[in-house]
């Protein structure tokens, strides 16, 4: 058994991401984790949006801003 303490196992309250985002130096991959984050993407990126796998491809100068409004929108970046 580890010795390392983490509050949010004790606690039993970890939150729950709704995006994970992932450097590529010059693209992200903005992976959606929860129905409401794929929803969201829907509704707010390009119709034209490049998928890799199951994430938004996003470029580097833009990925600052999207996660800004996922933030807004009171989304769960990890």
Known sequence: MSSHIDTFVCSGSSPTADFIVE??????????????????????????????ADGAVVEHRYIHEIVCAALVDGLEIQ
């Open 23 to 52: 450097d590529y130096w010059t693209i992200f991959l903005l992976r959606p984790l929860t129905p409401t984050a794929s929803s969201w993407i829907d509704q707010n990126l390009s119709e034209d949006l490049l998928m890799f």
